[in-house]
């Protein structure tokens, strides 16, 4: 089952402007209640709700939202963490958005995937784990929402896998996945092939190739200006044969 967590919630009128750091100055942490087309604004003790939430799946956890008005009225809703802002450098909470469900309607979450156990295809088999599905997306009543999904992986060899359809889940869930995907599979590391001898030595032998080409070129250049160097002797000869006398 998900953690169920009880946190205390001031409702706060103003939205917007300096409010929110007036409120995180002052050790507190501006939050969003949406749910049926409408939002509150709330207010939360910092320390409470880092504490909640400390290594806890924003998803999977149950929130029992104890909500204080101005006047002290105080009403409870359920809902879920919808998104967690952290300052980066402060490592802080900043703000926080809830959804509010009900407890008879089901919901529809991302819940997380661990795998149990060992596959004997990786301890014995020299294969690798692929975790290919880290969420499987669920639809079950609040009161059925696991907190998350166990897989045992023990028996898988190498080439094996345990697609969606054949994870065991708790009652009262469907899963909304498509069956035939894998969550879990064994796999060989790929290992790059040397290339063989005669790819090697065709590698080799291309940039010679390229050269005996440029080779080729220059002999054919250097036979055409040879050409060009004996065509003005043909030229000077001709015309030695037509200065000459005639004989009488």
Request: proline share 6%; charged share 35%; aromatic share 2%.
């Amino acid at each position: 089952m998900a953690k169920r967590l009880g946190i205390k919630a001031k409702v706060r009128a103003e939205i917007g402007g300096r409010r929110p750091r007036r409120i995180r100055s002052s050790g507190r942490v501006p939050a969003i209640l949406y749910g049926a087309g409408t939002s509150q604004a709330l207010e939360l003790n910092g320390r409470e709700i880092a504490e909640a939430l400390h290594g806890a799946s924003s998803e999977s956890v149950l929130i029992d939202l104890t909500l204080e008005s101005e006047g002290g009225a105080t009403t409870k809703k359920i809902a879920l963490i919808r998104e967690v802002q952290h300052d980066p450098l402060r490592d802080t909470i900043e703000h926080v958005d809830f959804h509010a469900i009900e407890e008879n309607k089901k919901l529809r979450v991302e819940v997380p995937v661990h795998e149990i156990g060992e596959a004997v295809g990786v301890r014995t088999g020299g294969g690798i784990l692929d975790h290919n599905l880290r969420t499987l997306r669920v639809e079950c009543l609040p009161k059925d929402l696991p907190e998350r999904i166990d897989v045992d992986v023990s028996a898988l060899e190498v080439g094996q896998a345990i697609h969606v359809g054949e994870v065991k889940l708790p009652d009262g869930v469907t899963v909304l996945n498509t069956k035939e995907l894998p969550v879990f599979m064994v796999l060989l590391p790929k290992v790059e092939e040397a290339p063989t001898p005669e790819a090697a030595a065709a590698a080799a032998a291309e940039p010679e190739v390229i050269r005996q080409k440029k080779e080729g070129e220059e002999t054919a250049g250097g036979a055409a200006e040879k050409s060009d160097k004996k065509e003005p002797a043909k030229a000077e000869a001709k015309e030695g044969a037509k200065k000459e006398p005639a004989k009488k």
